[in-house]
């Protein structure tokens, strides 16, 4: 039976704030290069004070993800929360602009925190140092999540970065129960090294007992697994998981599954922003996995939307990515 939608994307929902600079303004103002920064709201304040004019896009990782199926023309949705305030506004309009499905229940406007932010400082070298306020995306909770839209789905996708809420973990637990007793698969992206620190018990728990394909890249799988072997770590993923789909910068990609190695090249090009690379990489995966190509087509399919990405400022396809597929074969 045909459902509603190939994937469902639940994690943050955030509006990017993004600033070139140089990478003394990194040093000056205690903000550590190339990792993702939660601060609190007065920290948000004070350092968007400190920036100049910036470009405001929505963001947040898996809402990328979502974002990047729904222009390939995916059938999709996402979840995650936002406040009943301009921000919150700009959020849900691009994110349905884009063809997804956004009916999250908004947080009302008397909350205290505010619709999340993500102040993005992107380096001459394209590397980007993301501070990130999570306001109200980190209130999501088991009440937001529409079993009836789980169930519906052929693929949810969640987003590692969500672990970091006093409810996530629930909510995650609720969408896994509906999805997989409907008959769908469960994707996962670990996020970021720290995220994994933070949440390893947890993550184990669930790629072990739940997840059907695990998306990372070297440093995730490496804290994942507390080794520094990279190969031994692909191996343990592999064992752990149906298909890993593991990235490593300019490397590639390396995709895992049932015994069986596929390595998708880098796309070389030249780096002006790194923001959403792991973001897009997914997206494009999961659009050729629900569409019926094979995991090497899928891994080819990642590194391209990746590459798209990383060529210019912001999370978010601006060529279109059935295109490029063409162009190198793929479709």
């Known amino acids: 039976m045909t459902k509603t939608y190939q994937v469902v994307g639940i994690g943050n929902a955030m509006v990017d704030v993004l600033w070139e600079c140089p990478d003394a303004f990194l040093t000056e103002n205690g903000v550590q290069k190339g990792i993702m920064q939660l601060t609190d709201r007065d920290r948000g304040v004070e350092l968007y004070g400190r ?50 499905d956004y009916d ?19 380096t001459p070298d394209g590397e980007r140092s993301m501070n990130t306020y999570l306001g109200v995306t980190e209130f999501l909770s088991p009440s937001d999540i529409d079993e009836g839209q789980m169930a519906d789905a052929d693929w949810i996708y969640l987003e590692g970065y969500r672990f970091d809420g006093p409810d996530s973990h629930e909510a995650f637990a609720k969408a896994i129960a509906a999805c997989k007793g409907a008959g769908g698969r469960v994707s996962l992206t670990l996020s970021d090294p720290f995220c994994v620190d933070r949440h390893r018990a947890a993550f184990r728990a669930m790629i072990r007992d739940h997840v059907d394909l695990l998306f990372c890249n ?26 890993l789909a593991c990235t490593d910068s300019e490397h590639g990609a390396h995709i895992l599954s049932d015994g069986q190695r596929w390595h998708a090249p ?20 999961l659009w050729g996995l629900s569409n ?9 399919m990642g590194c391209l939307g990746a590459s798209e990405v990383i060529s210019h400022i912001g999370a978010r396809p601006e060529s279109d990515l059935r295109d490029l597929f063409a162009q190198h074969n793929l479709l």
């Open 104 to 122: 999250t229940p908004l947080a009302d406007g008397d909350h205290a925190a505010e619709t999340g932010r993500c102040i993005v400082l992107v």
């Open 266 to 285: 880098a796309v070389p090009v030249r780096v002006v922003d790194a923001t959403g690379a792991g973001d897009l990489f997914a997206g494009a995966f």
């Open 218 to 243: 070297r440093a995730e799988i490496l804290s994942m697994y507390e080794t520094d072997d990279f190969e031994a770590a692909l191996a343990q993923g592999a064992q752990d998981v149906g298909v």
């Open 51 to 100: 920036i100049g004019p910036a470009r405001e896009i929505s963001g947040g990782s898996a809402a990328n993800t979502i974002a990047a199926v729904a222009h390939l023309g995916g059938r999709t949705a996402y979840v995650g929360k936002v406040k009943d305030d301009q921000l919150g506004a700009i959020f849900a309009h691009d994110l349905r602009a884009q063809g997804a």
């Open 292 to 300: 019926g190509f094979d995991l090497e087509a899928c891994g080819r």
